[in-house]
């Protein structure tokens, strides 16, 4: 999966487009797109107190998702501050992060920012250090969990793949292989 940004953040960045690539995208329950062209930006992305700091490519994309809710007020917050995880994206943030996603980092450099620190906590809860900081997987959810108010994190992983084009063309891509790769 490639990392996206949205188009109003990258604008305001300034950043200008390196290239342009052309995507399929193979969305969950066997769902394909058009082929669509993405502008092709480089960021850098840094933590919070700027001691990391990592250049990637990004594709320019209008709106990446729905809202994420951001971590409501609850008994698990004692928990991350006992554990020492600062979060960011918290209800009652004084920082007023904005719910819609403007970036997200795909599998295709997750892999390079994760530390290997996981904190299973309560709550069904799960805490995973990055370079950049923490982030919580699983569900988080009010008082009264519901269908409707329990999130996954890390289902954004699963909803996409991008396929490049050009790499349809590839045999060993569609799952054929000749006597000579066996």
Excluded at 13 to 24: F, G, Q
Excluded at 118 to 138: M, Q, S
Aim: charged share 20%; hydrophobic share 35%.
């Amino acid at each position: 999966m490639k990392s996206y940004i949205s188009s109003d953040i990258a604008q305001s960045m300034n950043c200008e487009p390196i290239s342009t690539v052309n995507l399929k995208q193979s969305l969950f329950g066997a769902i394909e797109t058009d082929e669509v062209s993405y502008r092709n930006y480089v960021i850098e992305l840094s933590n919070v107190d700027n001691s990391y700091k990592c250049k990637l490519e990004v594709l320019g994309q209008n709106r990446i998702c729905s809202e994420i809710k951001q971590i409501p007020s609850g008994p698990w917050l004692k928990e991350f501050k006992m554990h020492g995880i600062k979060l960011t994206d918290l209800e009652n943030s004084p920082l007023k992060v904005d719910t819609e996603i403007k970036l997200l980092i795909g599998a295709d450099v997750a892999g390079k920012l994760f530390t290997g620190k996981i904190i299973p906590l309560k709550f069904n809860i799960t805490a995973v250090h990055t370079r950049l900081g923490w982030t919580v997987l699983e569900k988080l959810f009010d008082s009264e969990p519901s269908i409707e108010s329990k999130h996954s994190l890390m289902i954004s992983s699963l909803l996409t793949q991008t396929q490049c084009i050009s790499d349809l063309w590839s045999l060993d891509v569609l799952g054929i292989t000749g006597s000579a790769h066996r």
